[in-house]
């Protein structure tokens, strides 16, 4: 790794500014999820222990440049100390004499949290004054949040070439983890694909079938990947403008030995709702009126086939409409199989995205998959081999 972590800098008696990402849902102003605060606690913590005086930076929502109350990181005070198990100060800005008295006064074991830092429009455009404005509240810069990582902002990107820089835990675990996974892997690698699009993973598809040896495809992408091959796939979600490009994946993909993995039978329904009434057919026999929401058992057996064969696994995205029952059999049988191999050390198993990690949780394989990340855009981007600007600023 060409970046530093928090064991490589000095932090006694130093003010380290650390890039978090808190922004959790509230509703009546209570946080209803606090699962990204829980996780950024590592890293405050050992600043704490190292003498260090943790500040932290962070965005919540969209203000668009605006001071709006509601967005306010004040109101994130009372979680916070909760998971720091320490008081939190707080100030009103994120630069300017505000914020550089507060820093001045924390004292050692408090933790600063400063203002939003997207109610400066500048934040967004990656602004070096405002950058710098921040930097001279700190001496050491850290950076925690890989889910904003994929964003060039003052607070991501040009604050880290102004002041000795380094990962947080959080941002720690998500590279090794990623690194893991497609930098230098176990082989076989799969890596399991699902969601809706073909057009939002074009990049994601191209990057994979370089890296991985299978390639198992699901959701409303595998239908578009069925209609490509010349099958039926009566009203099913897919993008029909999108056969060629399928195509000329499956070309790609064979040229260079990765193996696309497509459902062999499929649960078909003609309503889109919980307990529709269903049957399962063979994939090139789907009918006319029917919807194609999930991979049948003889698809789920070959997915297990796959994994078992598998030393490495990268997930994004659900293989059928996992919200519906009884439409998340394929998605849940795969993801406790790979929990499981995980579990007896047999397979290394990665995954992000929104709609993944709710399958995940969902299905209950969450707590044995060796990572999860929180990231969404920026874990995708990773996947799609693109350098993240917030990550190549620590180097």
Same mark, same amino acid.
């Given at each position: 790794?060409?970046?530093?972590?928090?064991?490589?800098?000095?932090?006694?008696?130093?003010?380290?500014?650390?890039?978090?990402?808190?922004?959790?849902? #509230?509703?009546?102003?209570?946080?209803?999820?606090?699962?990204?605060?829980?996780?950024?606690?590592?890293?405050?913590?050992?600043? &704490?222990?190292?003498?260090?005086?943790?500040?932290?930076?962070?965005?919540?929502?969209?203000?668009?440049?605006?001071?709006?109350?509601?967005?306010?990181?004040?109101?994130?005070?009372?979680?916070?100390?909760?998971?720091?198990?320490?008081?939190?100060?707080?100030?009103?800005?994120?630069? $300017?004499?505000? !914020?550089? !008295?507060?820093?001045?006064?924390?004292?050692?074991?408090?933790?600063?949290?400063?203002?939003?830092?997207?109610?400066?429009? %500048?934040?967004?455009?990656?602004?070096?004054?405002?950058?710098?404005?921040?930097?001279?509240?700190?001496?050491?810069?850290?950076?925690?949040?890989?889910?904003?990582?994929?964003? %060039?902002? =003052?607070?991501?990107?040009?604050?880290?070439? *102004?002041?000795?820089?380094?990962?947080?835990?959080?941002?720690?675990?998500?590279?090794?983890?990623?690194?893991?996974?497609?930098?230098?892997?176990?082989?076989?690698?799969?890596?399991?694909? $699902?969601?809706?699009?073909?057009?939002?993973?074009?990049?994601?598809?191209?990057? *994979?079938?370089?890296?991985?040896?299978?390639?198992? #495809?699901? $959701?409303?992408?595998?239908?578009?990947? &069925?209609?490509?091959?010349?099958?039926?796939?009566?009203?099913?979600?897919?993008?029909?403008?999108?056969?060629?490009? !399928?195509?000329?994946?499956?070309?790609?993909?064979?040229?260079?030995?990765?193996?696309?993995?497509?459902?062999?039978?499929?649960?078909?329904?003609?309503?889109?709702?919980?307990?529709?009434?269903?049957?399962?057919?063979?994939?090139?026999?789907?009918?006319?009126?029917?919807?194609?929401?999930?991979?049948?058992?003889?698809?789920?057996?070959?997915?297990?086939?796959?994994?078992?064969?598998?030393?490495?696994?990268?997930?994004?995205?659900?293989?059928?409409?996992?919200?519906?029952?009884?439409?998340?059999?394929?998605?849940?049988?795969? %993801?406790?199989?790979?929990?499981?191999?995980?579990?007896?050390?047999? #397979?290394? =198993?990665?995954?992000?995205?929104?709609?993944?990690?709710?399958? *995940?949780?969902?299905?209950?394989?969450?707590?044995?998959?060796?990572? #999860?990340?929180?990231? $969404?855009?920026?874990?995708?981007?990773?996947?799609?081999?693109?350098?993240?600007?917030?990550?190549?600023?620590?180097?």
């Amino acid at each position: 790794m060409s970046w530093k972590t928090l064991d490589d800098m000095d932090l006694n008696g130093k003010r380290v500014l650390v890039r978090v990402d808190i922004n959790v849902p #509230i509703v009546d102003g209570v946080v209803t999820d606090s699962t990204r605060i829980r996780r950024i606690a590592p890293s405050v913590r050992d600043i &704490l222990a190292a003498g260090g005086k943790p500040i932290l930076l962070a965005h919540f929502g969209r203000p668009g440049g605006e001071r709006r109350e509601n967005l306010s990181l004040n109101q994130l005070i009372p979680t916070l100390e909760r998971a720091f198990e320490t008081r939190v100060l707080f100030a009103a800005d994120c630069v $300017g004499a505000g !914020a550089q !008295a507060a820093a001045d006064a924390l004292q050692p074991g408090e933790v600063l949290l400063l203002e939003n830092t997207r109610f400066h429009a %500048a934040e967004t455009k990656n602004d070096p004054d405002l950058a710098e404005g921040m930097a001279k509240l700190g001496e050491i810069y850290c950076n925690d949040a890989f889910s904003a990582a994929h964003r %060039a902002h =003052s607070s991501t990107e040009a604050i880290a070439r *102004l002041l000795p820089a380094c990962a947080g835990r959080l941002m720690q675990a998500e590279l090794e983890a990623l690194e893991t996974a497609l930098g230098a892997p176990n082989r076989p690698v799969t890596a399991v694909v $699902g969601g809706a699009k073909v057009s939002s993973k074009l990049e994601l598809l191209g990057n *994979l079938i370089e890296k991985v040896d299978y390639l198992i #495809i699901g $959701g409303g992408m595998a239908n578009t990947f &069925l209609a490509a091959k010349g099958m039926n796939i009566g009203k099913s979600l897919a993008e029909r403008i999108m056969k060629e490009t !399928a195509l000329e994946i499956m070309a790609k993909a064979d040229a260079l030995n990765c193996k696309i993995i497509l459902p062999k039978d499929i649960v078909v329904a003609e309503k889109f709702e919980s307990h529709a009434p269903h049957l399962i057919v063979d994939a090139d026999h789907c009918p006319d009126e029917g919807m194609i929401l999930d991979a049948g058992p003889e698809s789920i057996a070959e997915i297990s086939r796959v994994l078992e064969s598998s030393k490495t696994l990268i997930w994004n995205g659900p293989l059928g409409a996992f919200e519906l029952e009884p439409f998340d059999a394929a998605t849940n049988a795969a %993801a406790l199989k790979a929990a499981a191999l995980t579990r007896s050390g047999q #397979i290394v =198993s990665v995954a992000g995205g929104g709609d993944t990690v709710a399958a *995940l949780n969902a299905s209950g394989a969450a707590a044995d998959f060796t990572y #999860i990340s929180t990231a $969404g855009g920026a874990f995708l981007e990773w996947m799609e081999g693109k350098t993240l600007p917030g990550v190549a600023a620590l180097s």
